[in-house]
């Protein structure tokens, strides 16, 4: 079992709406102190994209998508989902899950070295 895998990417025009899901190994469920979403469109930097520290609260977004993706967490299953509405050409790219699990107090939660675990990546694309 990978340590973090995404699913959930696809195809979809301009408006429509996907759900990502990042199942995350029981090792790392247990001992994260945050997770994230991150994206990185073709010739482009890795961005952050949402946040949530280990007991669900608080979350994090970047302004891009602030009151259109939706971070949560699903204890029972050790899934983490991103949901994404109203979605725009410019949020393509392919999404990553992340995971911190050092010890120690978190930092800026958009920053890429605060996390140790990555996953594979889906791909989302939008457009008509």
């Known amino acids: 079992q990978a340590d973090l895998a995404e699913s959930g990417g696809g195809s979809v025009p301009p408006g429509g709406s996907l759900r990502l899901s990042c199942t995350a190994s029981?090792?790392?469920?247990?001992?994260?102190?945050?997770m994230a979403w991150f994206r990185q469109g073709a010739g482009q930097e890795r961005e952050a994209v949402a946040a949530?520290?280990?007991?669900?609260?608080?979350?994090y977004y970047a302004d891009s998508v602030k009151g259109r993706f939706t971070i949560s967490p699903d204890n029972a299953e050790n899934i983490m989902w991103l949901e994404m509405n109203s979605l725009k050409p410019e949020d393509t790219a392919v999404y990553y899950c992340?995971?911190?699990?050092?010890?120690?107090?978190?930092?800026?939660?958009?920053?890429?070295?605060?996390?140790?675990?990555w996953g594979q990546g889906t791909q989302v694309i939008v457009s008509s």
């Open positions: 029981a090792y790392i469920w247990r001992v994260h102190n945050r």
């Open positions: 992340a995971a911190r699990t050092r010890w120690g107090r978190s930092g800026d939660w958009s920053t890429r070295s605060e996390y140790n675990y």
């Open positions: 949530i520290d280990y007991d669900g609260s608080p979350t």
